[in-house]
């Protein structure tokens, strides 16, 4: 499994790219894996300010729906439209082009809180 070392993790097993106050957010490859075969992904939180751990979306699977929650408090900006049609896109490529969203942060100091790929490795027993 692949884990890149620029971004930062949640132990609900999101990613999160921190660019200055806008991120980009999506699934781990640790994630997409437990869940099987992507066949959906439901995000209908654009323009919503959201807390840090609120519900931002959905991905469904073949045998499961899976909530989507925020790494960091913001506004949601823009979702990956191509996830429509080919949501398979969170199974082959998790961290490129299976991205769910891009934000703007609010609260940048909650980043504290994340983990870093040293402590997700050690969250999931990698």
């Known amino acids: 499994m692949e884990f890149p070392g620029n971004l930062r993790y949640t132990k609900d097993h ?3 790219k921190i660019e ?3 991120a980009t957010v999506g699934i ?4 997409q894996h437990e869940l099987g075969d992507i066949v959906f992904v439901d995000i209908n939180t654009v323009g919503k300010t959201l807390k840090e751990n609120e519900i931002f979306g959905t991905v469904e699977a073949v045998k499961t729906v899976s ?4 790494p960091m408090s913001g506004t949601i900006n823009e979702i990956n439209a191509d996830l429509e049609a080919n949501p398979e896109n969170v199974n082959s490529d998790p961290y490129g ?11 940048p100091a909650e980043a504290d809180a994340l983990l870093d790929v040293a402590a997700y490795k050690q969250l999931i027993g990698e």
């Open 20 to 22: 200055g106050n806008t």
């Open 97 to 107: 082009k299976g991205w769910m969203m891009k934000m703007t942060i609010s609260n």
């Open 67 to 70: 909530d989507l929650y925020l």
């Open 14 to 16: 999101e990613w999160i």
């Open 28 to 31: 781990t490859d640790f994630a």
